[in-house]
């Protein structure tokens, strides 16, 4: 009979043990947190004092601006969250990018027609800073990082505006259907010359003819490649390389 009290008040001591292990461990997790809580409100009210110290910078340096970016990034927070509230108001940087994303719209759909909705952004770049410069009054100046982070404020309207990675090069595309992995192939094989042709896609990729067919006539559907018959073999050259093979 001894022995069965022993036994169950081990047991409840252990109980008690586990539950004062469990007791200090909540209390130094919510100290840890309060303390965590208490370094970011103070990092986020420094940041503030920085970006009110260098908004000029900010505004008017591409390179700054990037950087800055990516300083509200690592602490979660987003100047671009929205067009109203405390860094619209002080940097404008809401209304910069929604004002850039509409103008990457009109450059875009000024385009479409020629490369099927499939855009180099270094190409993008260039013809924006042309656009911008053209408005009759001083615009500030802008690099690739302004346009991804200006595709981003588009995501809502639901127009398929994304950057995509093919290879080397980053692409953007403003219509919604989707690249298969075929088409990707396809079109990072042409980056080599701006076209593809029946040979060099047998000797790069080993495809079977069905296979190259396909692929080919899924990029004319889509309007992301022409065609030139006029020589001894078809090429199929990509309107969205021209630029880049300047």
Same mark, same amino acid.
């Given at each position: ?25 909540? /209390? ?19 940041? &503030? &004092? ?8 900010? !505004? @008017? ?20 969250? /929205?067009? !109203? ?20 719209? &009109? ?47 588009? @995501? ?12 080397? @090069?980053?692409? =953007?595309? /403003? ?20 076209? =593809? ?6 000797? &790069? ?19 992301? =490649?022409? =065609? ?19």
């Amino acid at each position: 009979m001894r022995r069965r009290q022993a036994g169950v008040g081990h047991t409840q001591q252990k109980d008690r043990l586990g539950r004062d292990f469990q007791q200090i461990g909540d /209390s130094i997790a919510a100290k840890e947190l309060e303390q965590l809580q208490r370094q970011l409100e103070t990092f986020k009210q420094n940041l &503030e &004092e920085f970006a009110w110290k260098h908004q000029k910078d900010i !505004k @008017k340096d591409p390179m700054f601006r990037s950087h800055f970016q990516r300083m509200c990034a690592n602490i979660g927070v987003d100047p671009l969250a /929205s067009n !109203k509230g405390f860094w619209a108001d002080m940097l404008g940087v809401g209304d910069f990018y929604y004002e850039l994303g509409i103008q990457i719209i &009109e450059a875009c759909m000024q385009t479409r027609s020629r490369d099927g909705g499939l855009t180099a952004l270094q190409d993008l770049t260039k013809r924006l800073d042309r656009m911008r410069s053209k408005e009759g009054r001083k615009h500030q100046e802008i690099i690739e990082d302004d346009i991804i982070r200006a595709i981003k404020t588009l @995501k809502p309207l639901n127009g398929g505006f994304q950057v995509i990675t093919l290879g080397a @090069k980053k692409m =953007v595309r /403003s219509v919604p259907n989707e690249l298969d992995k075929d088409q990707a192939g396809l079109l990072l094989l042409a980056q080599r010359l701006g076209y =593809v042709d029946y040979r060099m896609i047998q000797k &790069e990729l080993a495809w079977d003819d069905p296979r190259i067919e396909h692929g080919l006539d899924q990029l004319i559907q889509d309007g992301l =490649v022409w =065609v030139d018959d006029q020589g001894d073999t078809k090429q199929y050259w990509v309107p969205s390389y021209f630029d880049m093979m300047d």
